[in-house]
């Protein structure tokens, strides 16, 4: 059994708690100093003792833990753990059931009643990321109960918390066989090169997946697509097979170029008919203003943040400044696909920054498509911010 303290909330945050708020935060705890150490259950009472909830202690850097259960005799066991992850795997079905995608997530943190804990299944070969030491207490009720549930290759880990819940350096191998990587994976029958052993990122975001088959089924054909941040050129491959005229992929990080080949190649596209560009995507801007280059799209899929030689990017202050670049170099009747995973604002504040942005360059656009996560990311309405992904397609 895990250690269980009592943590009193103060009196203005209790409905919230009450409503289904999940995050422990710091402003709303009174006794702070008993929080002794991370992956304690926590029992959060009101002013007068009265019972309230239940969680864990975990520091990630949105706050301090989640809560798993409103009922005050719920055991915090392997039970539990496992009745959390019956129930999301049930809510996935859809997904089993899919031939042409074999890779989608299977628990998504709050959404499915547990923050701190995504679990990712890429064709059999399962990945846990624990966001904080305190969920990761719990690992062997979560490994237990995952080896019991669904048949796998092998099961994975990433540790997302070190500081700033950057991922810390390892093999993640828990059980199974070990995997070759590249693990290729499909999504709506296109091939993707998944790597577990390289840094927090394995490839692909999962994430995009109904913005991927959008652009390809509805956006692609016949356009010249420019493809910013590309990372993998994921978004790029998708296009091509669409029937892109031609794709201009630009990410600033040297692996960018050998995964981009990577991608188009094992889906038989020949890479050379596509322009693959390693550099700083604000000076590409500036390159094709100067040589007066246009496009009839332009993806936008910045990172949060970002830090580069010439610049710092931080998407609420510059990315007004980003749809101004991509208007400047996007043809009449062109479409901008912009796209943001930040949680710290939300749809209706991300319109106003492409708002803003056309209005400053005198231009005018209508708002065409919107997308949020996909099933398998599953958020609660108690949470906004679980509901990070913005992603807005723009006819100019
Ligand atoms: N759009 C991608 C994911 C982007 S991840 C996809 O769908 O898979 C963010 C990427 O932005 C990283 O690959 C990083 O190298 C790149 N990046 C960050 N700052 C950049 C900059 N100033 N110019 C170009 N690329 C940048």
Redesign the pocket.
């Known amino acids: 059994m895990k250690k269980e303290i009592t943590i009193k909330i103060k009196q203005k945050y209790i409905n919230k708690y009450k409503e289904g708020y999940p995050l422990l935060t710091k402003e709303s705890i009174v006794n702070l100093q008993d929080l002794e150490r991370e992956g304690i259950i926590v029992k959060l009472v009101d002013d007068k003792n009265r019972f309230v909830a239940k969680g864990y202690y975990g520091r990630q850097n949105k706050g301090y833990g989640w809560v798993l259960s409103r009922k005050e005799n719920e055991i915090i066991d392997i039970k539990f753990f496992e009745k959390k992850i019956i129930e999301a795997l049930n809510k996935r079905t859809p997904f089993y059931n899919n031939p042409s995608t074999t890779a989608f997530r299977i628990f998504n943190g709050e959404g499915d009643g547990i923050g701190g804990l995504t679990i990712d299944n890429f064709d059999g070969y399962y990945l846990i990321n624990w966001y904080s030491k305190g969920i990761y207490k719990f690992r062997d009720e979560i490994i237990n109960s995952l080896k019991k549930l669904v048949g796998f290759k092998a099961i994975y880990q990433k540790k997302r918390f070190n500081i700033d819940g950057k991922y810390v350096e390892e093999d993640g191998f828990i059980l199974g066989t070990r995997g070759q990587f590249p693990v290729i994976v499909k999504e709506n029958d296109v091939n993707f090169a998944v790597y577990f052993d390289e840094g927090a990122?394995v490839g692909?975001?999962l994430d995009?997946r109904e913005v991927r088959r959008t652009i390809r089924d509805k956006y692609a054909k016949g356009r010249t697509v420019l493809?910013?941040?590309?990372?993998?050129?994921?978004?790029s491959v998708f296009s091509a097979l669409g029937g892109a005229a031609k794709t201009t992929s630009?990410?600033?990080?040297n692996r960018?170029l050998s995964k981009t080949i990577e991608q188009f190649s094992i889906n038989n596209i020949d890479y050379e008919a596509h322009d693959i560009i390693v550099?700083?995507?604000?000076s590409y801007f500036k390159y094709a203003q100067k040589k007066g280059l246009k496009y009839d799209m332009v993806?936008l899929?910045?990172?949060s943040f970002?830090k580069?030689k010439k610049?710092i990017?931080s998407v609420e202050k510059d990315y007004k400044n980003l749809l101004k670049e991509a208007i400047a170099i996007t043809e009449e009747n062109g479409i901008i696909v912009a796209?943001t995973n930040s949680s710290s604002f939300n749809m209706k504040k991300f319109k106003g920054y492409i708002k803003d942005a056309f209005s400053e360059m005198n231009s005018k656009y209508n708002i065409i498509e919107e997308y949020t996560l996909p099933s398998d990311f599953k958020t609660i309405n108690e949470y906004e911010k679980g509901n990070y992904l913005k992603v807005i397609f723009i006819k100019i």
């Open positions: 990122m692909v975001f995009q493809n910013t941040f590309s990372y993998t050129g994921a978004f630009v990410d600033l990080a960018s550099e700083d995507v604000f993806i899929d910045p990172p970002a580069s610049y990017f796209s």
